[in-house]
């Protein structure tokens, strides 16, 4: 049988850690090399850079995660796919240029457009979350379709080293190159599923290799400051076995990829992206080794006739303040805090949140009633229309140094602007994604 | 009573204000426990004042799992939430917590 095609993931997200990817690229004999750092907000966050300068608007990561992997491109000729382009794929392109120029390394660049449709969305089209119109959000700064395998394929088809996309389903960033290795039809959709579910699989890097996983006791994984991350052989049929690269931490079980199998799926009889829908209920997990686990069975039906668009909008400002208790009486001392915050400001902020760190922030409840934490801090976060007053809620929060309980420290403030995200539907035909080829043919002309 | 922690193991992911919560038996044996005792009345129950929409059970027992998608979970969504944990990550432990009657 001939070696099957190697996929491997170097980025989960926006922010994911550089390393593991070049350790990726260098050790793990890769084909293709995916890195998605796309996430539901990440498109309107990059919009807005984008409009304060129309050079910016791609992933703020892409230069030292491209400083680090083109050297690695050069010397291993794998072909790396991206979501990196966000909100400006052909300035994410450029820049990617004047990298290889800098480092002296010819590429060819493969740019997908297309996906941008804040220009053609109609203000009146309902939400699928809320079935109201997109309008009634307020202010509307991103819109970008969902692509899929079939805006894909004709940039691979160019044979370009690299190919830049900004939205695309993230599944469809790996399936993508099976079809094109495999020669997959668009109709094919066992074979789409498949592929799907080992997309899904590998999108969030580290979480296949224990990352997310680990917990002292029941769930040990070792060597996590190490964690490496995934690779999938996929087979003709679309059927995959996981691995990574020799000597980094982490461990890739049956029982971490059961928990990424079902991650973030809404239906795991019905997991829709551009290219199919996808049933993940027969599929089938299986250990065939130390560090390998094998998917098969994803079954697939006809793709949807629309395509989902993620709708970005500006939904005012969130000020935060915070201050710490310890010691008798910490959790009271923390209430009357909270009380006293919301006396003074409460009548400026409909929407105001009084959370205690260490004590019920994170399940607005404790599920043990024996708990009694030793310290404790205070969290008041509010909306507010304005960066100005949203400031007043860490200014209030601060200065119960001198006026408010006793024995309050190490108080903190932020201000940050809120993006909103909701979607809604467009049909598939009003999207048309285009490819557009960036080089650098090398500096053979140079003296 | 043990509590699920002991049995199962979760994975919390978000769509939206939608929290999706995983719930997967070690051992396959715990699988008919776990589909018979961990109920969406249940799950509504334990989770009352996180989860406020509907819940979704699905039933995978080749993988030795059940899926729970909570509808409105995520205090109005991830993107303009006010909670600390936006995407109720951590509700996988908050799951783990419920206590189950054993035979």
């Not at chain 1, 992997?69 to 990617?96: H, K, S, Y």
């Not at chain 1, 120029?101 to 009146?124: H, K, M, N, Y």
């Not at chain 1, 699928?128 to 970008?144: I, R």
Request: net charge negative.
């Amino acid at each position: 049988m001939a070696k099957p095609l190697r996929i491997g993931c170097g980025a989960g997200f926006s922010g994911d850690r550089l390393e593991p990817a070049v350790v990726l690229a260098a050790r793990g004999g890769i084909d293709y090399l995916v890195l998605e750092c796309l996430a539901e907000r990440t498109i309107a966050l990059a919009q807005l850079r984008k409009r304060k300068d129309p050079a910016r608007g791609y992933d703020p990561l892409l230069e030292r995660r491209i400083e680090l992997l083109l050297p690695e491109l050069q010397a291993r000729r794998f072909r790396l796919v991206t979501n990196m382009g966000a909100a400006n794929p052909l300035a994410a392109a450029d820049a990617v240029i004047t990298i290889a120029r800098r480092q002296g390394i010819s590429i060819r660049v493969a740019v997908i457009t297309g996906d941008d449709v804040l220009a053609e969305i109609d203000p009146a089209a309902r939400t699928l979350e809320t079935h109201t119109p997109l309008a009634d959000f307020g202010e509307l700064v991103s819109a970008n379709a969902y692509l899929g395998v079939a805006a894909l394929l004709p940039a691979l088809e160019t044979g370009a080293d690299m190919v830049i996309t900004g939205r695309v389903a993230d599944p469809s960033l790996f399936v993508a190159p099976m079809a094109h290795r495999y020669g997959w039809a668009l109709d094919d959709y066992d074979r789409l599923a498949r592929g799907t579910s080992v997309g899904h699989l590998l999108e969030c890097a580290g979480q296949l290799c224990g990352g997310y996983y680990a917990e002292p006791g029941p769930k040990e994984v070792p060597d996590m400051a190490n964690l490496g991350f995934p690779y999938a052989d996929v087979d003709p049929e679309g059927d995959a076995t996981f691995g990574k690269a020799e000597g980094t931490g982490g461990r890739i079980t049956l029982a971490n990829a059961k928990e990424q199998l079902l991650y973030e799926v809404t239906d795991p009889f019905g997991y829709v992206t551009p290219d199919v829908i996808a049933d993940f209920s027969k599929v089938t997990l299986r250990e065939s080794g130390s560090d390998r686990v094998a998917v098969s069975g994803a079954r697939g039906r006809a793709r949807p006739r629309e395509l989902k668009v993620s709708v970005g909008y500006l939904a005012g400002y969130v000020g935060e303040g915070e201050i710490g208790y310890a010691g008798a009486n910490a959790v009271a001392r923390a209430r009357l805090a909270g009380e006293i915050i919301r006396e003074r400001i409460g009548r400026l902020f409909p929407d105001m949140r009084v959370d205690l760190i260490g004590a019920t922030s994170m399940h607005g409840r404790s599920f043990d009633p024996a708990a009694h934490p030793y310290e404790v801090r205070l969290r008041v976060a509010a909306r507010a229309k304005s960066a100005e007053l949203a400031m007043i809620v860490g200014e209030e929060v601060e200065a119960l140094y001198t006026n408010g309980p006793a024995g309050g420290g190490g108080t903190r403030k932020y201000v940050h602007e809120q993006i909103g995200i909701v979607s809604t539907l467009v049909d598939r035909e009003q999207v048309t994604a285009k490819v557009t080829i960036k080089e650098y043919a090398g500096n053979a002309k140079a003296a | 009573m043990p509590k699920l922690h002991e049995l199962a193991h979760c994975r919390a992911g978000d769509k939206g204000n939608t929290s999706i919560l995983s719930l997967i038996a070690y051992r396959a044996e715990d699988y008919p426990l776990l589909a018979a005792q961990v109920t969406i009345d249940a799950v509504a129950k334990h989770l009352r004042g996180i989860v406020e929409g509907d819940i979704r059970r699905f039933e995978l027992p080749a993988l030795w799992a059940l899926q729970f998608v909570c509808a409105r979970s995520l205090s109005g969504g991830v993107t303009t939430s006010l909670a600390l944990d936006a995407h109720g990550k951590s509700l996988s432990y908050a799951l783990l917590e419920m206590e189950i009657p054993v035979s």
